[in-house]
């Protein structure tokens, strides 16, 4: 009976060490290249917020949008968001055979966005649109004011 057992966990241990598990998956960045953002943000209303951004390959699936979110450092009247989109890809591809005529896309970023404080007069969102030469991240800033804004007043004529 033991060495039944014995033979039992061997083959067990032998098929759990098999590298042939089908494909993998790792993960990259698609780069975005605007946002859908209203003007302004009005106070209980909702906002439906989509992200346009481009996959690396074909081969490359988006996933999801990722990201943090506080206190502007600076100016505690700023809520900011980092935002970046999330694809995927089987690194054991050595190739990408699929083919795709457009690798841009757009996704949905916020379904229900809602203005969360009366203590922020401007919302900041800061989508990573690449990266420098030294590798350090780009964004485009996007500040939507809460409120709408004043309107602007034509400078007045000086000239008399």
Not at 13 to 33: E, F, R
Not at 52 to 76: I, M, P, R
């Amino acid at each position: 009976m033991k060495r039944l057992i014995l033979l039992f966990v061997s083959a067990l241990v032998l098929v759990s060490c098999n590298t042939d598990d089908g494909p993998s998956i790792a993960y990259d960045v698609a780069l975005i290249t605007d946002a859908d953002l209203p003007e302004y943000f009005e106070k209980d209303e909702t906002y439906e917020i989509n992200a346009d951004y481009t996959l690396n390959s074909a081969c490359h699936k988006f996933v999801t949008f990722d990201g943090n979110q506080g206190k502007d450092e600076e100016n505690d009247s700023i809520y900011v968001y980092n935002i970046s989109a999330i694809s995927s890809y089987d690194p054991a591809l050595t190739e990408c055979t699929e083919e795709s005529e457009n690798l841009s896309k757009t996704s949905k970023l916020f379904e229900n966005f809602r203005v969360r404080s009366e203590d922020y007069t401007t919302y900041r969102f800061n989508f990573l649109s690449g990266f420098d030469s030294d590798d350090k991240p780009e964004y485009i800033t996007i500040d939507v004011p809460v409120g709408e804004p004043e309107p602007e007043t034509p400078e007045e004529n000086t000239n008399a």
